[in-house]
């Protein structure tokens, strides 16, 4: 199954309510917007979803506001710690942007993600 392009007012959204904070790198993950810290995705897109990373406590209060379930992008493969905001958030940007601080204030405490070593083609 090929997966769709995210519609422009998501990118627009995604773009607007990001943090203007010089420790964030913006990049795409898939052909998807994403934003990184320390080498920490902690914010993205994904088809028609905004998914944020988050720690324990924020997941189980999305939980209880609005039933967050963990992010499943390929069937029986979530991925850990990260939710899609649902439309009732999406709707009101303030909301949106509270949750991409909570996200950007978790992937700011977890340890900077090591870079991998490029690897290099043998030479023939």
């Known amino acids: 199954m090929a997966w769709r392009k995210s519609p422009q007012s998501l990118i627009d959204l995604f773009y607007e309510v990001l943090p203007d904070d010089p420790r964030i790198e913006r990049r795409k993950m898939f052909g998807y917007p994403c934003a990184f810290l320390n080498g920490n995705m ?59 601080k909570r996200s950007l204030s978790f992937a700011g405490a977890l340890p900077p993600k090591e870079k991998k070593a490029r690897k290099t083609k043998k030479a023939k």
């Open 42 to 100: 902690f914010t993205g897109l994904h088809q028609e979803n905004f998914i944020v990373r988050l720690s324990e406590d924020d997941r189980q209060l999305a939980n209880a506001q609005f039933n967050a379930q963990p992010f499943d992008p390929m069937k029986g493969r979530p991925m850990r710690e990260y939710i899609a905001l649902p439309e009732e958030i999406m709707a009101d940007e303030t909301a949106v942007k509270d949750w991409v």
